[in-house]
């Protein structure tokens, strides 16, 4: 009867000696209420009944929702949503007893872990104005992390993230916010239409001195070229006339038979080609005497001229 008692009492004990540690937890061990030793995943021993399993403690990531308002520096009230990403730090002795010793149980942890954030994100806010907030989502995280890094590594815990998913003001804030904008963007439609306005104009301006300029530059080339033509045309007949009174000089011929072939020829000219135009001219032998006297004391004046 006592060897199958001694086997009973013998499986007992190696049944409660036997502890299974799940992949990605720790257990912490005391003896008489004072810690021992750390029992890593798998099949582990301990001392039955005298060493017992404080408490096992999770080595994964883990994760908590927060909401919670602030409160700006102009006294605006913001609503925050954020996740929060942490974790044990390492799989250290001193870490570990950290982890398992610092709270009475996870409860408390998470709520100081909670409280200690929102504390660091109000006091972050508590400094700026309700515009700025909107676009400091960057750094209200790191500020959150310099000021919890320190405090967490004394728990044994990191903080790997803080996504601040929503930033909210309340309704009147809002509503204030956006006619804000909304007056700033036709502020800033109008001085966009007035500039578009300054530079057609500008540009209309530009464009008219310059086709002004050009009309100038042309009008001024084309009195250059007609001056021009009139004064090779001067030429050419001066040079035509000088010709054809030294062939009747040399032939013994009288220089005002050429005085009355141009005033022939500039009847004729008027005729062919007049176009309305009405022109008197004294067409009596009087009226031709006259002219050609006229004509051949200015081509006198013209000889003199040219011999001085």
Same mark, same amino acid.
């Given at each position: 009867? /006592? ?34 030793? /750390? ?56 870490? /570990? ?6 709270? /009475? ?204």
């Amino acid at each position: 009867m /006592i060897i199958p008692v001694l086997s009973a009492i013998a499986l007992v004990v190696l049944l409660l000696s036997i502890t299974t540690v799940q992949q990605g937890t720790v257990a912490v061990t005391t003896i008489f209420g004072k810690y021992n030793r /750390i029992l890593f995943p798998g099949l582990n021993f301990r001392i039955p009944i005298i060493e017992s399993i404080f408490r096992k403690i999770s080595i994964q990531n883990r994760s908590v929702e927060l909401g919670f308002n602030a409160t700006t520096i102009d006294q605006a009230n913001v609503n925050f949503t954020a996740m929060l990403l942490y974790s044990v730090i390492n799989q250290e002795e001193e870490t /570990i007893k950290n982890v398992a010793f610092k709270f /009475i149980d996870a409860g408390n942890f998470m709520q100081a872990l909670t409280r200690s954030v929102e504390g660091s994100i109000r006091a972050y806010v508590a400094t700026k104005k309700q515009a700025e907030i909107l676009g400091l989502r960057r750094e209200i995280t790191e500020a959150v992390k310099d000021n919890m890094d320190k405090t967490l590594e004394e728990w044994g815990y990191h903080l790997i993230d803080l996504q601040i998913n929503d930033i909210n003001f309340d309704e009147e804030v809002m509503k204030s916010m956006a006619k804000v904008v909304a007056s700033n963007n036709m502020k800033s439609a109008a001085e966009n239409e007035g500039q578009a306005l300054l530079i057609t104009k500008t540009k209309a301006a530009e464009a008219e001195g310059n086709a002004i300029k050009i009309a100038a530059q042309a009008e001024m080339e084309a009195a250059q070229l007609r001056g021009q033509g009139i004064a090779l045309f001067r030429e050419e007949v001066a040079k035509g006339m000088s010709q054809a009174a030294k062939v009747m000089q040399d032939s013994n011929l009288d220089a005002s038979f050429i005085l009355f072939s141009m005033w022939t020829e500039s009847v004729k000219n008027f005729a062919e080609h007049g176009k309305g135009n009405v022109i008197f001219l004294d067409g009596s032998l009087e009226g031709m005497q006259k002219t050609m006297k006229e004509m051949m004391a200015i081509s006198r004046l013209d000889e003199m001229n040219k011999s001085k």
